[in-house]
């Protein structure tokens, strides 16, 4: 399978399972999107009568190109065999670790966004903090069924996890205890909207957090709109001083800026480039996923524009790094020659099988994004998985269980897209979230050709 595609005057050819990428001139383009399911007289043909007036275009010319495909033919980088379908559903059904939780330790926030998808920091259910017992026991639990991997993953989660700091504190120092018992290396990481941050946050998260996570969606009138406290006013003119002092003192460890964007703001864009603009140089902006009759869903009329969107954000990025003011964005990081394994590319996040979300009262869910759904209630931090039944669907879940993924050139790249997203698109997480599934082919192309422009240009 290829996809070729057209981006910043370059024609591009991805070879999908060799993963190979060539950048060609227009008459290759045209051959090589013929060449696979047209005889070569039918493809000389096309080539001679849409190139006539090209004196360079000719039989022994085109005779030539057709050597240099069948060369690549043969080395395995153009038109290679998909050697990875019949192995999908017995990699994801060998025994798995556990080796990442989210941590819940408050359901409840100091924030009132209305496109929040846990209910204000709910979960549709009660407010609750968790408690050190329960957070320890959690640790525990990792630990048991983590097998011989060393490196875990815990990330602190709401709401508004600051609203219960002292226990994230004493859970991350017990998390240091294990490690000297168990050989374990846990790498911690916090979520927040920013409102509590203060010196005592920033300094542990500095010493302690392998990643934080910042939650501005952009302009001040933008994530106003949406973002609000329970009193109704806008938190970005309490939040981003506090940022910016977080990210001055937090030097080169990890950390991102993540909006989201919306209806209101399908010229993202500008969002990420004033939140660049302000210092920071990590950025995520994610598509808001919600009810189609929300007033800041998402349309179709919209897709156009975001389409353009990532297209402008590419260009622009590319141009800032040139002038030594890059920034990262999330989604634009793509390694072309050394990317993850079969596995992972096959089987993406590991829901329900390698990671898990644990509730204040440690009730265990594939992840956030199920918690209060009681269809999804694996089991908890105490007896294990019970629920046998909602987990095999989640090791079933990949980049070939979906029949609309058969075809599709990305299948690799999203390893069957957010188990979650399709759940509360379609009722079932094999189903297809189409509208998701377009944003995210279109990053993907924008991705690459980012990568092609900085190979040719430095």
């Not at 309490?238 to 990210?247: A, E, G, L």
């Not at 040139?322 to 999330?330: K, L, M």
């Not at 987990?391 to 069957?416: H, I, M, P, T, V």
């Amino acid at each position: 399978m290829i996809h070729c595609y057209k981006l910043n005057g370059y024609n591009i050819v991805l070879d999908v399972f060799s993963g190979s990428v060539h950048v060609v001139d227009e008459v290759a383009y045209d051959a090589i999107g013929m060449y696979e399911n047209n005889d070569k007289e039918t493809v000389k043909s096309r080539l001679l009568e849409k190139y006539s007036g090209r004196a360079d275009v000719t039989e022994k010319e085109i005779d030539e190109l057709f050597e240099d495909i069948e060369e690549l033919k043969e080395k395995g980088k153009l038109y290679a065999p998909d050697v990875y379908e019949g192995k999908a559903f017995d990699l994801k059904n060998r025994n798995t670790v556990i080796k990442a939780l989210c941590l819940h330790v408050a359901h409840t926030c100091n924030l009132n966004c209305e496109y929040c998808f846990a209910s204000q920091g709910k979960y549709h259910g009660d407010r609750a903090l968790m408690t050190l017992e329960v957070g320890k026991r959690a640790l525990d639990f990792l630990v048991e069924n983590s097998g011989k991997r060393k490196n875990l993953e815990v990330d602190f989660f709401g709401g508004e996890p600051l609203m219960n700091w002292e226990v994230v504190k004493e859970i991350v120092r017990y998390g240091r205890e294990l490690e000297k018992t168990h050989n374990k290396n846990f790498r911690f990481t916090l979520t927040t909207n920013g409102v509590l941050l203060n010196d005592d946050v920033i300094d542990f998260a500095n010493r302690e957090m392998h990643n934080v996570v910042l939650s501005l969606d952009g302009r001040r009138e933008i994530h106003d709109r949406l973002r609000k406290t329970v009193n109704g006013k806008g938190s970005y003119d309490t939040i981003v001083p506090k940022f910016r002092h977080f990210i001055e003192k937090r030097g080169d460890r990890g950390y991102y800026m993540r909006g989201t964007f919306t209806h209101n703001n399908v010229d993202f864009t500008n969002d990420i480039f004033h939140m660049a603009d302000l210092g920071f140089t990590e950025l995520s902006m994610e598509p808001v996923v919600c009810k189609p009759d929300d007033p800041y869903a998402l349309t179709e009329e919209d897709l156009p524009i975001l389409f353009e969107q990532y297209e402008i954000l590419a260009k622009e990025m590319l141009k800032r790094d040139r002038e030594g003011r890059g920034f990262t964005f999330y989604h634009y990081m793509i390694d072309l020659t050394h990317g993850p394994c079969i596995y992972k590319r096959i089987s993406g996040c590991g829901s329900g099988t390698e990671y898990m979300a644990v509730t204040p009262w440690g009730e265990l869910y594939p992840c956030h994004q199920f918690v209060g759904d009681e269809k999804y209630s694996l089991g908890n931090i105490w007896d294990g998985v019970k629920n046998k039944e909602a987990q095999q669907e989640f090791k079933l879940c990949n980049a070939y269980a979906r029949e609309e993924c058969r075809d599709c050139w990305a299948k690799l790249y999203c390893s069957g897209g957010c188990a979650a997203n399709s759940y509360h698109a379609t009722g079932s997480i094999t189903g297809v979230y189409e509208y998701g599934c377009k944003l995210f082919r279109k990053r993907m192309e924008c991705a690459i050709m980012m990568q092609i422009d900085k190979a040719q240009n430095g």
